[in-house]
Nanobody, 121 residues
């Protein structure tokens, strides 16, 4: 099993910055890619950024140039958020979509509980 715990959310004014962290525990050797998702209130969850085990990254168009995903293999994953906008307000989740299940040939998807980011003046 893998456990993911997000932290770093809070209230910030438009144009401000926050850094989110995702601490991984359990069978961390099985973790491959890591995603950051977000879910605005009443809307569907959307993919924000992805980082592969080798460090390659991918971003959604609406955050490219403002957000940076990184990882301190394998324990902690970060999302640096700059120039925040009100539309960035959401619960942010980290996700390990293809983590290897220990002592099996299977993979599983794990999710954290989320951390709330509110961008408002």
């Amino acid at each position: 099993q893998v456990q993911l715990v997000e932290s770093g959310g809070g209230l910030v004014q438009p144009g401000g910055s926050l850094r989110l962290s995702c601490a991984a525990s359990g069978y961390i050797a099985g973790i491959n890619d890591i995603n950051w998702y977000r879910q605005p209130l009443g809307k569907q969850r959307e993919l924000v950024a992805t980082i592969s085990k080798d460090g390659s990254t991918k971003y959604a168009d609406f955050v490219r140039g403002r957000f940076t995903i990184s990882r301190d293999n394998p324990h902690t994953i970060y999302l640096q958020m700059n120039n925040l906008k009100p539309d960035d307000t959401a619960v942010y989740y980290c996700n390990a979509p293809d983590a290897e299940v220990e002592e099996t040939f299977l993979v599983a998807s794990y999710w954290g509980r989320g951390t709330l980011v509110t961008v408002s003046s």
